[in-house]
């Protein structure tokens, strides 16, 4: 099945949104990029604008030093995690991306009532990194930016068609206030689903893709 292509843009821009963007959408925006960044390197990766926002956010604050901890392992605790600023989500950051992801499906349900015009462009992470693997990547441009575009929309395509095979599959659990181990428990889960959606956008360059 061949994907219809966006028409062709220079970039990409997709917003990661949670409660007070202080854990799990930071978490997200900076382990989004330094993914980004391994597999296409610091020029190719610049056309992904990748950013965060809270539906209720702690605007000004720094990132979550539990959180921060579950980024050192890739070394992103001190530079990295020193540049995050927290901030509120406004309407005019989900119309200006092209792709926005909740921790939460709840956290999109804000998105939308914050900016209707989101409605097509919004998932939780989680549900967004699931059906991306339903898609046939094989149909996908090459490119990565306009593969994200075309990507976003072959898993609007799907979504409704293919529901979580449990009630809390597409979910983050907010780990604000609990001990490290909740923390660690909400990494992983971004990790994974991020870690799809990168490679799904940018394959490993020894995944050529069939026909490719």
Not at 19 to 30: L, V
Not at 80 to 91: G, H, I, K, N, Y
Not at 144 to 153: Q, W
């Given at each position: 099945?061949?994907?219809?292509?966006?028409?062709?843009?220079?970039?990409?821009?997709?917003l990661?949104?949670?409660?007070?963007?202080?854990?799990?959408?930071?978490?997200?925006?900076?382990?989004?990029?330094?993914?980004?960044?391994?597999?296409?390197?610091?020029?190719?990766?610049?056309?992904?604008?990748?950013?965060?926002?809270?539906?209720?956010?702690?605007?000004?604050?720094?990132?979550?030093?539990?959180?921060?901890?579950?980024?050192?392992?890739?070394?992103?605790?001190?530079?990295?995690?020193?540049?995050?600023?927290?901030?509120?989500?406004?309407?005019?950051?989900?119309?200006?991306?092209?792709?926005?992801?909740?921790?939460?499906?709840?956290?999109r349900?804000?998105?939308?009532?914050?900016?209707?015009?989101?409605?097509?462009?919004?998932?939780?992470?989680?549900?967004?990194?699931?059906?991306?693997?339903?898609?046939?990547?094989?149909?996908?441009?090459?490119?990565?930016?306009?593969?994200?575009?075309?990507?976003v929309?072959?898993?609007?395509?799907?979504?409704?068609?293919?529901?979580?095979?449990?009630?809390?599959?597409?979910?983050?659990?907010d780990?604000?206030?609990?001990?490290?181990?909740?923390?660690?428990?909400?990494?992983?889960?971004i990790?994974?689903?991020?870690?799809?959606?990168?490679?799904?956008?940018?394959?490993?360059?020894?995944?050529?893709?069939?026909?490719?």
């Amino acid at each position: 099945m061949g994907y219809v292509e966006a028409p062709p843009q220079a970039g990409f821009r997709l917003l990661y949104v949670c409660t007070g963007n202080i854990c799990r959408s930071p978490f997200a925006e900076i382990l989004t990029r330094h993914l980004l960044i391994g597999r296409l390197g610091g020029r190719a990766a610049a056309a992904f604008d990748v950013s965060s926002a809270g539906v209720q956010g702690v605007a000004g604050s720094a990132i979550h030093p539990s959180i921060r901890h579950e980024l050192s392992p890739w070394g992103l605790h001190l530079a990295a995690a020193d540049r995050f600023v927290a901030r509120q989500l406004r309407p005019e950051m989900a119309s200006s991306a092209h792709l926005v992801l909740g921790a939460n499906v709840r956290h999109r349900s804000a998105v939308i009532e914050c900016e209707p015009g989101a409605l097509s462009t919004s998932f939780s992470v989680r549900e967004f990194a699931r059906l991306a693997l339903e898609v046939d990547q094989a149909a996908l441009p090459a490119d990565p930016v306009a593969r994200a575009h075309a990507l976003v929309g072959a898993v609007r395509q799907r979504r409704g068609v293919s529901p979580p095979s449990l009630p809390d599959a597409d979910r983050i659990p907010d780990p604000m206030g609990k001990p490290q181990e909740a923390h660690h428990e909400a990494a992983m889960l971004i990790l994974d689903a991020v870690s799809t959606i990168v490679d799904v956008i940018a394959p490993p360059r020894n995944r050529v893709r069939a026909g490719g």
